[in-house]
């Protein structure tokens, strides 16, 4: 995400945010906001929403900002699953990292398929059949390592699922604050056009989160809008 944030945009924020009397300050603010939410520094997104009521607690989307807030508070205590925990647990006992993270289903299915495996190398050893037993013991272990990967894997989908659904909340409270009809994008001397939501999907082709995006216009109108 951050190599995807234009060289400068920072100080570009700085420099709209500076001027607390224009209508662009504040929405700057909440865009900046979300940018951060999407570097996942929910920590610094709260302090520019904090910013936003102590500059302009007139504002009437002061009430969105105030539960955005509390949203990004529970963001930050949201409940994590344990990569390295679930890996062990499935190098234990195949499945139990599934069982971990809520996939039941997969952990029974992995469980069961090593099971399988284990008990035909067992079987295998105990009548002497040696290379039926390497042969068994050799397809079987790829499922192995692939149930403690698949594991830790799927703790880090659990982790990213949930925050991303509540960032999509706090987008959803923030985006009508950070609404871009209003604003102006000059494309020449002579010419501007709303920064409507078919001209925000041109620009942000390569920006495909919605902080990022919004980080991006304002970069642009910091560099064609006189404030």
Known sequence: ME?????????????????????????????????ELERDDPSTAAF???R?????????????????LSLLQQYQDL??????????????LPGAGYVYVGRYGDGLTSFLVNALFVAGTVTAVNNDWIPAAGFSDGIGLPFY????????NAAKKWNRTIRNKMRDRIIATLENIVDEKNFSLKLSSDEAVPLSSSLKRRHCKSLPDWGACSFH??????????I
């Open 217 to 226: 216009y304002f970069t642009n109108i910091i560099t064609s809008v006189t």
């Open 48 to 50: 520019l929403l904090q």
């Open 79 to 92: 409940p994590r699953k344990s990569e390295t925990l679930a890996g062990i647990l499935s190098a234990i």
């Open 3 to 35: 190599n995807e944030v234009p060289s400068g945009a920072v100080n570009a924020f700085h420099d709209i945010i500076r001027s607390a009397s224009s209508s662009y300050a504040p929405r700057a603010l909440a865009a900046w906001s979300l940018l």
């Open 145 to 152: 390592m692939g149930n403690i990967y698949g594991s830790a």
């Open 52 to 68: 936003f009521i102590a500059d302009f607690p007139g504002h009437q989307g002061i009430a969105r900002i105030d539960e955005a």
